[in-house]
């Protein structure tokens, strides 16, 4: 199996056509000539660099509350297989996730829990540059997946629109992922740098090096295949949400993050940059109409976007190393 690349700047029916393969075969697709200002994504991505080389006690000091979801989470303070039910150990990372910058009006008065989506933001005073420049890529990202969105809506033989109800309110949150150079110190059994997982939301996009030990994706076959790092392109994967929006007919693929493999004698530090889009707080993820199957026996049952959501987050979080 190979990941396939999409080229955007092509004709928009020819597009569509191959991300709805992509999305079916695979679950998986990198994306070029999407059009993103590469000046905002170097900004963004050295920003992050110059986070993660903090000192401990400034990277602390933004550290995630508990009940919260944006700040810094801890090296280890994450297992990402125990979304799945999976009891592993922690995963070899930290990171720095961004939210929703305003909640909708009036959405925490009827809906307490959402809080949870839109808790606050938080910035190291070492850094002022970072929160207007994660805006400016966080509202970039947002804006693509839109586009993507829109072309997923035609494929389907629904109005380009449908999912913008769905997703004007969107919960998504940006993540900065650092993996450190292991140094020779050898993991636990059953540990990697991310546990297998799917992603919870709509759609996923994702800027990686070529660092060694990088992203797997689980083929149908069982067997895991790596997503090599593809010059000026996004991964972009299906998430939760639009399986159960499409009945199944597009995957939530399981995918994880290696260890380096042995002997590799170079630094194995690795960054990446994701962007987890997810539709509104409120928004029933029910199976749309061209995607329901005869017989009601095999229709998903509908989910709420921001209750799953936030369930899942939850299950991953390894509060005893806080």
Not at 95 to 107: K, N
Request: glycine letters at 8%; hydrophobic letters at 40%.
């Amino acid at each position: 199996m190979e990941i396939p690349v999409v080229d955007f700047s092509g004709p928009s029916a020819r597009v569509a056509s191959e991300l709805d393969r992509a999305c079916s075969e695979v679950g998986f697709v990198q994306v070029v000539g999407h059009g993103l200002d590469a000046d905002v994504e170097q900004a963004a991505w050295e920003c992050a660099h110059r986070f993660f080389t903090l000192p401990e006690g400034g990277k602390r000091e933004v550290a995630i509350p508990p009940g919260d979801a944006y700040g810094y989470g801890p090296y280890r303070v994450e297992r990402l297989a125990s979304s799945l039910g999976v009891d592993t150990p922690p995963d070899l990372k930290e990171t720095f996730s961004i939210g929703p910058f305003e909640a909708p009006p009036g959405l925490l008065a009827d809906e307490p829990a959402a809080a949870f989506s839109f808790s606050p933001n938080r910035w190291p005073d070492a850094l002022p540059e970072m929160e207007p420049v994660m805006r400016r890529y966080y509202e970039d990202l947002a804006a693509l997946v839109d586009r993507i969105l829109s072309l997923m809506a035609t494929s389907l033989g629904l109005p380009a629109d449908h999912f913008t109800p769905l997703t004007d309110q969107h919960t998504s949150a940006l993540r900065l992922l650092h993996y450190p150079d292991l140094g020779g110190t050898p993991a636990e059994p059953g540990q990697l740098r991310a546990g297998a997982h799917s992603d919870y939301g709509t759609l996923t996009l994702l800027r990686q090096d070529d660092a060694p030990g990088g992203l797997e994706v689980l083929a149908t076959d069982d067997s895991w295949v790596a997503v090599p790092a593809v010059d000026g392109a996004y991964v972009v994967n299906i998430g939760d949400a639009l399986e159960r929006w499409t009945n199944g007919r597009w995957r939530s693929t399981l995918h994880r993050v290696v260890l380096p493999p042995a002997g590799v004698n170079r630094s194995t530090e690795r960054q990446s940059i994701a962007f987890f889009h997810n539709a509104n707080w409120d928004a029933v993820i029910d199976c749309l109409e061209p995607c329901r199957p005869e017989d009601p026996a095999d229709l998903l049952p509908p989910i709420t976007a921001g209750r799953h959501l936030m369930e899942k987050f939850r299950r991953t979080q390894n509060d005893d190393t806080r």
